[in-house]
């Protein structure tokens, strides 16, 4: 596997409250994505974020990347109960092969 | 913004049969994927293609064939449906800017191989 030993995780919070969302990575990688899969829907893009930026800001979204360590993170500033989705990270390899993470089961509840 | 359209939506089949998915995309995007999506493996790619009539292996490719006929369509193929291929299958679709900028993801087909 592209990813690290990771399962999928569960976080629950309430309304209002901070949450960061882990990913390590394997492979090599100049661009990880985060998405945002609803209940019944396909995954959407959230944020992109290259090698050559430690930091991406998107509305309430921030993502890290630390290439040394093959690592991102998406943080999400006070959540609302409509972030309640599952998350994943994406890394594209070699030949624009893009793999995606185990994934984060977040809910927020009010 | 970029259409993914996978049909059908639902499909029922017996273990053995044969089956076929089908994605189109309206946006003339390089690279389309399949995936499939179970609880507690994520999304696992099957194949992928850079364009008609090229295939790439993915992750999971075992029981699986795809094919690229058209810049739009992406076809995935299984010929001896098992019920271990009971899953859902996402399409997606993205356009290659300095790596992949975004993807573009269908709906959704449910299989059920009984």
């Known amino acids: 596997s592209q990813w690290g030993e990771e399962n999928l995780q569960a976080l629950s919070i309430q309304e209002g409250e901070d949450v960061t969302m882990n990913c390590s990575y394997k492979?090599?990688?100049?661009?990880v994505q985060w998405y945002r899969q609803k209940s019944g829907k396909g995954p959407a893009q959230l944020i992109l974020?290259?090698?050559?930026?430690r930091e991406k800001r998107s509305g309430r979204l921030r993502a890290t990347l630390d290439t040394s360590s093959q690592s991102s993170s998406l943080s999400i500033t006070g959540t609302l109960a409509t972030d309640t989705a599952v998350y994943f990270c994406?890394?594209?390899?070699?030949?624009?092969?893009?793999?995606f993470g185990q994934g984060t089961i977040l809910k927020v509840y009010l | 913004e970029a259409a993914v359209t996978q049909s059908p939506r639902n499909k029922v089949t017996v273990t053995g049969g044969n089956v076929t998915l089908s994605c189109r995309q309206t946006?003339?995007?390089?690279?389309m994927y399949w995936y499939r999506q179970d609880t507690g493996h994520g999304l696992r790619l099957i194949h992928y293609?850079?364009?008609?009539?090229?295939?790439q292996i993915g992750d999971v490719p075992d029981g699986y064939k795809a094919t690229r006929t058209t810049q739009e369509d992406f076809f995935l193929l299984l010929e001896l449906a098992s019920p271990s291929q009971t899953s859902l299958y996402f399409c997606?679709?993205?356009?290659?800017?300095?790596?992949?900028?975004?993807?573009?993801f269908g709906k959704g087909t449910r299989l059920t191989v009984v």
């Open positions: 974020i290259r090698s050559n930026e």
């Open positions: 997606a679709s993205s356009e290659l800017r300095q790596g992949l900028t975004e993807v573009f």
């Open positions: 994406a890394a594209t390899s070699s030949g624009q092969k893009l793999v």
């Open positions: 946006n003339s995007h390089n690279y």
């Open positions: 293609s850079y364009g008609a009539g090229n295939l």
């Open positions: 492979t090599y990688t100049t661009v």
